[in-house]
C-alpha cells in the first residue's frame, strides 16, 4: 500500500437542494479543497419525519452530493469547520480511506 494510500480521505456530503449554493461557496473558498464533485442525488430511508407528502409518495427525497479528497491530517481541521459553519444544516457527510487514485491525461509527444 503507497504512503499516499494511508493517508488520503474522500469525503462526501450529503444535502438538502437548499443548501448547495452555500456549500458551493463554502469548499471555493476552503485552502485545503483543491478541487470537488457535486451531482444531484436521492435520498431513501426508513423515517419519513422530514419528507413532503410528494416525497413520501416517490420514496425518495432530492439531494446534492459532493465529493471530495482530503490528506488525513487536514480531516479533523476540515471537519471542525464544516460543522462550525453549517451546524443545523440538512448535512449528512461520511469518510472512505482511499486506497488509490490518479488523473489520467493524454500524453503529449
Known amino acids: 500500500m503507497s504512503e499516499h494510500a494511508k493517508t488520503t480521505f474522500a469525503m462526501t456530503l450529503n444535502v438538502a437542494p437548499s443548501a448547495e449554493e452555500r456549500v458551493v461557496d463554502w469548499l471555493l473558498g476552503r485552502e485545503e479543497t483543491k478541487g470537488f464533485t457535486s451531482y444531484a442525488a436521492f435520498g431513501h430511508g426508513a423515517s419519513h419525519d422530514d419528507l413532503s407528502i410528494a416525497e413520501q409518495v416517490t420514496g425518495r427525497q432530492r439531494r446534492i452530493e459532493f ?3 482530503l490528506p488525513q491530517p487536514l480531516v479533523e481541521p476540515f471537519l471542525a469547520a464544516l460543522i ?21 491525461r493524454r500524453r503529449v509527444l
Open 84 to 104: 462550525a459553519a453549517f451546524d443545523g444544516t440538512d448535512l449528512y457527510y461520511f469518510l472512505n480511506p482511499v486506497l488509490r487514485s490518479g488523473h489520467l
Open 67 to 69: 465529493r471530495l479528497e
